[in-house]
């Protein structure tokens, strides 16, 4: 078992966020990460619910589309303080810019259902 590390301090009370739009804050997350490089083109799957439907459409049909977004964020306190990812550049490690990313990420794809493992900053995600 992992030792229990004190993730107070590290709870993101340096931002705030004021009410905006998803493309202001897009836009802020691209300032923040300008020195970074681009992120990863995600290409979703399409499936079709065949379990659930009497009718099987074909994938081209006018059906309903619903965008699920699941991410395994990597807890902070396992990548740097438990683990310590020692192979990893620790620039990648760094919360000050991941946050960030996790952000734009999230507000790129546009999700109907978002889906998160190892979230260790609940504060960052209930203030963006």
Do not use: M
């Amino acid at each position: 078992s992992t030792r229990r590390v004190d993730r107070a301090a590290d709870q993101d009370e340096d931002l705030t966020f004021q009410t905006t739009t998803a493309e202001e804050l897009l836009e802020r997350c691209e300032e923040e990460l300008e020195d970074l490089p681009q992120p990863l083109d995600r290409q979703f799957s399409k499936t079709f619910p065949q379990h659930t439907s009497d009718e099987i459409k074909a994938p081209d049909s006018d059906t309903t589309t619903t965008r699920i977004f699941q991410w395994n964020l990597l807890s902070q306190t396992i990548g740097t303080k438990n683990e310590k990812f020692v192979r990893c550049n620790p620039s990648a490690l760094d919360w000050s810019t991941r946050r960030w990313r996790i952000i734009e990420e999230i507000i790129r794809y546009d999700p109907d259902i978002i889906c998160l493992q190892e979230v260790d900053h609940f504060k960052l995600i209930k203030k963006a």
